[in-house]
């Protein structure tokens, strides 16, 4: 499972692109699926959680086709990976 963070121009746009070209591009280096939220705080932060794994991601960041989607997606910037610092019961 992997935690990751991005800015956008546009919710409805990056939703739009990020079901459809972000989707393939995703499974093709190995996601399993992905669930997203809105911040609270910031209205143009998204919060995903990927069923995927650290290598696949790497493979997905590094992919030259990658940064044209999300230009298309209207990413201020690069998604960024949250570091997991624990795993706890209840």
């Known amino acids: 499972m992997l935690l990751a963070t991005t800015r956008v121009e546009d919710v409805d746009r990056f939703i739009e692109v990020f079901s459809t070209k972000g989707a393939e591009k ?12 809105r911040d609270p705080s910031e209205d143009d932060r998204l919060w995903a959680i990927f069923d995927w794994d650290a290598e696949g991601w790497k493979r997905f960041v590094s992919d030259p086709e990658v940064p044209p989607i999300l230009q298309a997606a209207g990413h201020k910037g690069k998604p960024q990976a949250a570091m997991l610092i624990g795993e706890f019961e209840a």
Not at 26 to 37: A, E, I, Q, W
């Open 26 to 37: 995703r499974k093709l280096h190995g996601s399993k699926g992905s669930t997203v939220f």
